[in-house]
């Protein structure tokens, strides 16, 4: 007798450090709602989905990790609510948390919840990857060997919603024998939420490199063991640190029946399943890759010189509007990098806000310029108003760590409200100057003016003698005073929600690289 389930998977995107428990809820409720409207009756959640992954952060106050992270019981008050619409819904799912147990032990852990809101089952990650001990010099943490101990409940199935159904976490996905010992149990189904970094901590591992070998243990586990796969990401700029998507439903068959597209939230890949041994038609959606484009060499025009001019376009810069002016300036002077100001009003809020019309002009004095225009409302910028009244500001540099933090830092908000708390951005002291530095930037120049210049109905040149420099450790070498190009990896700004990074690096005279960016 044919048995059909309707399974979704639900890919999530970022939560921040600042992101409240209630807020990850009420965005898990909208996925859960979605599914339900799609007839899904099996939505499978990532790895830690009330929280931000916090393992990538070095934390010694336990009781801390212990109150912002884990959830003594489950549901509590603030989870409640999924278990509640779940019920009303009458659809069943599976959902990754950080587990502390009334004996103090600390689990990464999922569960499967039936239609009824009752918890079926419960796994315990296993392989845990990463490491225990604080690395000050990588790019980020990876701490799960900290913070949790290894899985005791063992590899295990339920009979759930009609077909028998294990639990996997993340970093088990690389393992054949937690498949195998789960396919010998009879499992029809395998669950398994993830929070995988695009980046390896280790070693240099191109992040397309990642996806395929994703891509491809999915693939060859299902076949193997001859069950379906359903492996949904928390994915996007979580705090600037890139966790990629591709949340897929493979078949037993070891194809892929459903994949996500973009490392957005509100992916639900779904798929109507059906037992092993019967006939099932696939309605896959492919996307073609974009062709890699090489790096075009450097060439002249080979044509004559007045043909040349022919095909120029001409422009008087003066005669075009305000905006026109402004989208082909940022669109040409590329990339540009990115003066992070962050400063204290006077009400004491910490403030920061990022600027690429900035740069570093003189080494004796050392000197760097930021250019302010207005608000969107006509108003002066808070930084700037700052900047005014004190003479000091803070200019921080940006990389590819913090690049999420920084754009949404760029939104405006009221001046009441704090822009490193919404990021979940540290306030740090300064040592110069009275404004405080980002504690997570790469870099950071404290400033104070040196002139001001002020031209046009909007536009103000900022001058700042750059008093005293942070790095990350690593950064700068303390001897040579070098700085360090696998350490340090700023990202430029282009135009719009674009930027760019420094990846691919080269000397000239010689050979210009090819390929897309690593």
Known sequence: MARHLKIAAAQLGPLHK???????????????????????????????????????????????????????????????????????????????????????????????????????GKYRKVHLPGHADHKPKAAFQHLEKKYFEVGDLGFRVWR???????????????????????????????????????????????????????????????????????????????????MFG????????????????????????????????????????????????????????????????????????????????YKLLIGLVIPRPIGWVSTWNENGVANCAPFSFFNCISEDPPLCILSFNNRTDGAMKHSLKNIHRTGEYVVNLVDESTANAMHISSYEIPETESEFAKTGLTPVPGVRVKHPRIGEAAAAFECKIERSIKFGPERELVIGEILHLHAREGIVDPVTKRVSEEHY???????????????????????????QDS
């Open 18 to 120: 600042a992101d409240s428990r209630a807020a990850a809820v009420k965005r898990l409720l909208n996925l859960l709602r979605e599914a339900h409207s799609m007839g899904a009756k099996f939505v499978v959640f990532p790895e830690l989905a009330f929280t931000t992954f916090f393992p990538r952060w070095w934390m010694e106050d336990q009781a801390e990790v212990d109150h912002r992270y884990f959830e003594a019981t489950m549901p509590s008050a603030e989870t409640r609510p999924l278990f509640d619409e779940a019920k009303r819904l009458g659809i069943g799912f599976y959902i990754g948390y950080a587990e502390l147990t009334p004996q103090g032990q600390r689990f990464n852990t999922a569960i499967l919840v039936g239609p009824d809101g009752s918890i079926v």
């Open 160 to 242: 759930y919603l009609g077909a028998i159904t294990g639990m996997l976490i993340c970093n088990d996905r690389r393992w054949p024998e937690a498949f195998r010992v789960l396919a010998l149990q009879g499992a029809e189904i395998v669950a398994l939420g993830f929070n995988t970094p695009s980046e390896n901590l280790h070693y240099p591992e191109p992040p397309a490199l990642r996806v395929h070998h994703h891509l491809i243990m999915a693939q060859s586990m299902a076949f193997q063991n001859a069950t379906w796969l359903i492996e949904t990401a928390k994915a996007g700029y979580e705090d600037g640190f890139r």
């Open 489 to 515: 990896r700023p990202i430029g700004r282009l135009f719009g929600n674009r930027y760019c990074t420094t990846r691919q690096r080269f000397e000239l005279p010689g050979t210009l690289p090819h390929g």
């Open 246 to 325: 591709h949340s897929v439903i493979v078949a037993p068959t070891g194809e892929i029946a459903a994949k996500s597209q973009t490392e957005e939230r509100g992916n639900l890949p779904q798929l109507r399943h059906r037992p092993r041994g019967e006939s099932e038609e696939h309605h896959v959606q492919f996307r073609r890759a974009p062709a890699s484009r090489a790096l075009p060499a450097d060439r002249r025009a080979d044509r004559g010189g007045s043909d040349a001019r022919e095909r120029l376009m001409e422009l008087e810069l003066a005669s075009l509007p305000h905006k026109e002016r």
